[in-house]
């Protein structure tokens, strides 16, 4: 089946700094979600990408699909604390949701 | 609006007693409904899903089990829990491929 490789696991930025994580699939992904779960809490749906290349941005976080559709960033311009959390790619397998391993994001204020 | 409610918030159980959890949504009809296990600082891992009233697809093999006796319930049991199943336990449901799931709070399940 389908898996997605998350890179990095953890990452440690000052305030302010940029952020990005991402997801790679050795084989062509018909979408990917991404997903916030901060500290103590539940995954949260971030976006849904489907088209080759395609970008999306919510504030000062910036989506994007390869051009071949096997990876997958996130891109979170001038992290604040509010952004803490694990941050997830995932890719729908035969109606199911397979999740990557996550990018630990802490933010030193 | 749709909502997802799952309890308890937090479990503690001794090794080899019995386990239920509870997941209802409200709001919609006819849900996807699936059960995930998060092991601490670790990924998501699929349990079981659902696409209707008792029909259960399993993920895992383990002494976890999966029921849907309603359409908006959910339940995850197990006769006998062992040391391994201590983890986050998170409820979702979606309904089509086109939309995000939405997960439940969760439940930490500690064996103890």
């Known amino acids: 089946g389908q898996q997605v490789m998350q890179i990095p696991q953890y990452q440690h930025v000052q305030e302010g700094e940029d952020f990005t994580t991402y997801c790679n699939s050795s084989?062509?992904?018909?979408?990917i979600q991404w997903y916030k779960q901060r500290p103590g809490g539940h995954p949260v749906f971030l976006i849904q990408?489907?088209?080759?290349?395609e970008v999306k941005k919510q504030k000062r976080l910036t989506f994007q699909f390869g051009e071949a559709k096997k990876n997958s960033s996130l891109h979170i311009t001038a992290t604040q604390t509010t952004d803490v959390g694990t941050y997830f790619c995932?890719?729908?397998?035969?109606?199911?949701?397979?999740f990557g391993q996550g990018t630990e994001l802490s933010v030193k204020p | 609006s749709q909502t997802i409610h799952q309890w308890p918030a937090t479990l503690v159980q001794p090794v080899g007693s019995p386990l239920s959890l509870e997941c209802t949504v409200e709001?919609?009809?006819?849900?996807?409904l699936y059960w995930y296990r998060q092991a601490a600082g670790r990924g998501l891992q699929l349990l079981f899903y659902?696409?209707?009233?008792?029909?259960i697809s399993s993920e895992v093999p383990q002494n976890l089990s999966a029921s849907r006796p309603q359409d908006r319930q959910f339940i995850l049991s197990s006769k006998k829990l062992l040391l391994s199943d201590s983890g986050f336990y998170l409820c979702?449901?979606?309904?089509?491929?086109?939309?995000?799931?939405?997960f439940g709070s969760g439940t930490r399940l500690t064996v103890v």
């Open positions: 659902s696409v209707g009233i008792g029909q």
């Open positions: 995932a890719v729908l397998q035969g109606g199911k949701l397979i």
């Open positions: 990408l489907v088209k080759s290349g």
């Open positions: 979702a449901w979606s309904v089509g491929d086109s939309y995000g799931y939405t």
């Open positions: 709001g919609t009809s006819n849900p996807n």
């Open positions: 084989t062509t992904l018909s979408n």
